[in-house]
């Protein structure tokens, strides 16, 4: 079983924005340690690479496991960009994501392959 999840987020840039010509959502990636939580990895679409950068900077060594308020506040207090509510909005849509995976995983350690908890039942 692999040791880390990859997870993303994408909520919808500003107007105005400089990678708004080049996306219309902004997207989040993360790599998480799948035991503990902990962001390995991040990489976003915030046009430049300094704002890329920060963005992971600020993200790195925090467990979702935490939950998310305390990040959404340190990016609050952090980040001034335009794309503040973007970026805290990406980060509410991929912890939803980790919550899922979350579930998925204990079902697949009680026995449940991951092809069986995907399937929808009507």
């Given amino acids: 079983m692999a040791r880390t999840l990859f997870l993303a987020g994408h909520a919808k840039l500003p107007q105005g924005m400089a990678a708004k010509s080049v996306y219309e959502t902004l997207t989040i990636t993360v790599e998480i340690d799948r035991q503990y939580g902990v962001i390995i990895e991040t990489s976003c679409t915030l046009a430049t690479e300094h704002g890329r950068r920060y963005v992971a900077e600020l993200l790195r060594g925090y467990s979702l496991q935490n939950g998310i308020e305390p990040l959404l506040a340190h990016v609050r ?24 995976s979350r579930g998925i995983m204990g079902r ?9 908890v995907g399937r929808r039942t009507v």
């Fill in 77 to 100: 207090a952090h980040y001034l960009g335009k794309a503040q509510n973007a970026i805290l909005a990406a980060l509410k849509d991929l912890y939803q994501q980790y919550e899922l």
């Fill in 108 to 116: 697949e350690e009680g026995g449940a392959a991951l092809g069986e």
